[in-house]
């Protein structure tokens, strides 16, 4: 391999690692990946309420969580005109090819524990 090639290979592995490591510290943030397994499971939009209730934490952390999701391109928010507003939240395309991974992660987990225990 040339210097050039190497250098250019170098260069690819460095942006890959940063995009690797910016996808874990979000997937780390609390809540964040039961929120997207909540998502996921149910095959219709579903209100912030609904996925507080089966979350089961604070407003605050569901807000922040399917904001930063959104910022991502992993969730969609749909505002309907009523009084008052209603808000779902449905995973994006590019969040539903992630879910194999997600739930590859969370079969290993419990198989873990039933291994452990």
């Given amino acids: 391999m040339t210097k ?4 250019r290979m170098q ?3 460095d942006s890959g690692k940063a995009q690797v490591d910016e996808l874990l510290v979000l997937l780390s943030k609390s809540k964040m990946l039961n929120v997207l397994y909540i998502l996921n499971c149910d095959p219709d939009p579903l209100r912030f309420s609904e996925i507080k ?3 089961s934490t ?3 952390t569901i807000t922040r969580r399917l904001s930063e999701l959104e910022g991502h391109g992993l969730v969609k928010r749909k505002v309907f005109p009523t009084v008052p ?3 779902e939240y449905s995973l994006t395309e590019d969040a539903k090819a ?3 991974s997600l739930d590859s992660l969370f079969e290993w987990v419990l198989n873990r524990a039933e291994n452990v225990a």
Wanted: charged share 15%; aromatic share 0%.
């Fill in 4 to 7: 050039e090639q190497n250098e």
């Fill in 11 to 13: 260069g690819m592995c």
């Fill in 53 to 55: 209730m089966r979350a």
């Fill in 58 to 60: 604070s407003s605050t």
């Fill in 85 to 87: 507003v209603t808000v």
């Fill in 98 to 100: 992630l879910a194999p």
